[in-house]
């Protein structure tokens, strides 16, 4: 074709997607930019959908700038396409203002909504937040839509709820999707459920017609990593061919389970992996340090901090977070002052540390004293 228009490209980008090829479709809207040739709304939403399916937040709001230049801002296709996109990014707030500006809602743009809100509460496992979302669906009769069903069922198997995750998928007939598998994996996962999570993973195809992909050997990886199956996973994730880009989580579980069991020989293929393929390099680098140090080996771990510092290779702090009382409170690793209330919880630790530190004084001198009562000469 000598001369694209907005068709060809839009129906190219849109192959890709179908194809499982995001990026491929980003390349080719870039492309259609520089070739002067106009998108229409139906470019955007494919070019949206690309966005949707990477979880790229980022590229994600520059298409949504691109939008509102172009004037289609109002589309609901466009807009619908926006909400499921910064939902599966978790970010619910730019979701409800892109929301909050349609002038006509239809039921894919409520749907769009509904599933953001249920995404975002599966990903950052707030289970009370999730059940109000529930709550409100039904409220509101979306409860017969399978999208929502589905977003539903994950929601419950990613925060550990696996039972009744199973009992809405039975209840509403709902047939599991590649997302559906993916929460029910890591509900197996972190619920100790290794042989009902192979039986899962195995059955997905057998029986319900989908395909594993790296998502699904990623959770199983983890499962068997975490319960020191450490061969089983090493031997997975050798059997799956991936891209560098899809594989890096899968190896950096395998890595981080490795380390945690002390199995150096899985680690520092993992770890060669990672650095080889440019994905994770700091942490594998640190992860296979510690892996080393474990177990004794403190040569290695001075030639993996040394190449650390020649290459500038630069691990970030690490954090994680617990929810009270429906309040999300975030930890960086040694450095508690960057917390909203570290400086309450610094207090808290030290006052913990303190008493342990009287309970172990006052055990070993209770062990003493009991220990001289034992050796008292007896009165004849």
């Not at 529930?134 to 009769?141: E, K, M, Q, S, W």
């Not at 994680?320 to 002052?337: P, Q, T």
Request: glycine letters at 8%; aromatic letters at 8%.
């Amino acid at each position: 074709m000598r001369e694209p228009n907005v068709i060809s490209f839009t129906s190219l980008m849109a192959g890709f997607i179908k194809v499982g090829r995001p990026k491929s479709a980003l390349l080719i809207f870039c492309k259609m930019l520089e070739s002067w040739v106009l998108p229409n709304a139906f470019t955007f939403a494919t070019v949206v959908n690309a966005c949707s399916m990477l979880a790229d937040l980022r590229t994600g709001q520059k298409i949504h700038s691109h939008v509102e230049t172009f004037g289609v801002q109002c589309n609901l296709v466009v807009c619908s396409s926006l909400i499921d996109m910064y939902g599966k990014c978790n970010n619910v707030d730019d979701a409800r203002r892109v929301f909050d500006g349609m002038d006509y809602r239809n039921v894919v743009s409520w749907t769009s909504m509904i599933t953001a809100v249920i995404n975002a509460c599966a990903s950052l496992g707030r289970l009370v937040s999730g059940k109000v979302a529930h709550a409100a669906v039904i409220r509101r009769g979306h409860e017969s839509n399978d999208v929502v069903a589905s977003a539903l069922v994950d929601m419950y198997a990613k925060c550990g709820c696996i039972g009744y995750s199973d009992k809405e998928m039975l209840d509403r007939r709902i047939k599991p999707n590649d997302v559906t598998f993916v929460g029910v994996l890591h509900a197996c996962s972190h619920s100790g459920l290794v042989d009902d999570g192979l039986e899962y993973l195995h059955s997905m195809h057998k029986k319900h017609g989908v395909v594993p992909d790296t998502k699904h050997y990623t959770c199983v990886v983890d499962m068997l990593g975490r319960t020191g199956r450490l061969d089983e996973a090493h031997q997975l994730a050798k059997s799956i061919q991936v891209e560098p880009d899809q594989g890096a989580l899968l190896w950096g579980t395998l890595l981080s389970a490795s380390r945690l069991y002390g199995r150096v020989d899985i680690a520092v293929e993992a770890s060669k992996w990672l650095i080889e393929s440019n994905q994770q390099v700091a942490a594998a680098y640190v992860t296979m340090s510690n892996t080393y140090a474990m177990a004794g080996k403190w040569e290695n771990v001075h030639s993996i901090r040394y190449e650390m510092k020649h290459y500038g290779v630069y691990k970030e702090p690490g954090c994680s977070w617990v929810e009270i009382r429906d309040s999300a409170y975030v930890f960086y690793a040694g450095d508690v002052s960057l917390c909203a209330r570290g400086s309450e919880v610094a207090s808290l630790l030290r006052e913990l540390e303190r008493r342990m530190k009287e309970r172990v004084m006052w055990e070993e001198a209770g062990g003493w004293c009991l220990l001289m009562w034992k050796r008292r000469p007896r009165r004849k």
